[in-house]
């Protein structure tokens, strides 16, 4: 049976916990956590007993050992990176070796980060990992989900040969499979069962039906009149649903029917909404009604026959160390980045043509007007509606890719979503070089629009899974754009450009990351979620599944970061910014993972814990290497 396939010890256990085990050393090693790289040595000569298989080093490998005091070192076999960071992890196993009980021993996550913990001093350990339990925990979570994903790749195999589903749905439930690249927790859903994961993941494909509130009109902040129901119920699920209202006694003039995650109903809305259920200003009127299946965000999800309109909910799990909320702030920031990128794209040609986006103005959520508006609570109770341009979803010669389907692969090591475009495009004898040129087209395209925007002092989020790639007829046409409510802007550049600024709601007293002083910072968002997050991801798993070298894709890049300056009609500040920071800086920005987890000291809320670093530059490491 299913639920047996995660017993103890089994295979899918191990892999999963290899994976995690890798993306932590290396993001370790990339941030250099706590002073990691300066208290480690790189050698060769191994400090172990002789027979144990770490004592052998393959080509290019080296030991990098940090001394733990009285003869005992953490070890791992690393290679020197030639980009974004100067090592990485070649191979597993991580041991413990005690020198003077010549003595080896293999690690977990768990130990590891234990082992690291314990080798600093109370006071660096406070300063670095205050949050060390808690991650050591989510890194549990993470290996126990890892497996359970990994036990769905069987079941996405068979269903991509065999399936109705729009290929969008598909390219979601692959997505899903990785995540946020390179983060060793990323698919740690803190809060749900094993079964709730087979559930609601992207990865099963299940469907299930939504539940159905009715919220009293004074306690709801909304953007509009529409019904949420006529836009994701078919008419014999509206016919039900009427007749669950009259059985509850419900008057739609007073009430508004809000659609609830069937996990929040469950776990969150008791909790949270007891008086308001008690008192009648909300009302169970349903359960289970209609077919929705998940998306790889988990919270937005896709009706059955209903590829327009996905309905975004909130689910109160931690995931990449933030509640899954939707907090109505950030619904009405979305809705004035929106706005914004209409009026942007209404200025220039260019953007007018190629870059597109899903509506999210249509939204609905529960207000509480004597209460604090910050507060975590009306976030577990709202709703969005993402409806996405039916002309694209019209036409047969348009297929629409999430840029993160393109950064996976599967358990043979290949990239299906990939794979299929550059056979449509290129035929069966495709090699090397069409899957470098079909990469210079996704470049391209990524680049060159978010060059454009750059110029008026704009800067969306654009990891992979914001943006998804318009293939017409197998050629990248465009670029459609969703969840739009971290539309960063320098704001000299968009009053220059007569853009007014949107008015964001920001809770006090928190960093503004929206809003940047300097046109160099409002860049460093492009070049981590848009480089290193999304390209440089999709690079990665392209040297997975095709056997090139990682410069080859960094060459790529840099040509195409190059020819953008030669784009007519580029403000001359905007191009030296582009130029200096992306081709001449020593140093690159790099986003951090595991610091801003491991210091977190408060549960955090709906914000994702942030932080930023700095890399040597890998267009710069390019050019050195090449000469």
Known sequence: MEADLLEKEHPLLHRAEQLVFCDLINALLQENLAGLLDRARIERTWPGPAAHECSE??????????????????????????????????????????QRANSVQELTPISFMQRFADALSAVERQASMPNLQDFQQELRDSIRHTALSMQASTSLEQSEQKSDDAALLQAERFSAMRDRPFHPTSRAKRGWSDEDYRTYSAEYGRAFGLDWLAVRRDYVQASTAQDVADLILDEA???????????????????????VHPWQTDHVLPAF??????????????????????????????????????????????????????????LHNGAKGQQLLVSVAEKDERLRQRLRLCDETNWWGYHDAAADPFADKPGHLACLIREYPADLLRDDA????????????????????FAAWLRARYGEDAGVAEVLQLFREICHMLIDTSLRLFCYGIMPEIHGQNVLLIVRDHQTTGLLLRDHDTIRLHLPWLAAAGLQEPAYRIKPGTPNSLINETPEKLLSYFQTLGVQVNLYAIADALMTAYAIEEAAFWRVIMSVVRESLGEEGLPEQARDVWKTQLLEADTWPIRLLLTPLLQRTDSGGGSMPAGVGSTSNPLRQLEAADE
Do not use: W
């Open 57 to 98: 080093l393959g080509e290019g490998e080296q030991y990098l050992r940090l001394p733990l005091g009285d003869e005992r070192s953490l070890v791992v076999r690393v290679k020197a990176a030639p980009f974004i960071q100067p090592y990485k992890l070649s191979r597993l196993p991580a041991v413990l070796v005690d």
């Open 237 to 259: 699920e509206k016919a039900r649903l009427r007749q669950a209202v009259r059985e509850a006694g419900i008057d739609e003039q007073r009430y508004l029917l809000m659609p």
């Open 273 to 330: 909404y007891r008086e308001e259920l008690a008192q009648r200003i909300c009302v169970p009127v349903v359960r289970g009604l209609g077919a929705f299946r998940p998306t790889s965000s988990v919270r937005a999800l896709v009706p059955a026959g209903c590829q327009r309109y996905h309905v975004k909910l909130p689910i109160g799990i931690y995931s990449l160390g933030a509640l899954r909320l939707l907090p109505p702030r950030y």
């Open 398 to 417: 348009v297929q629409l890719i999430p840029m993160s389907g393109l950064a996976v692969v599967d358990p043979q090591g290949k990239n299906p979503v």
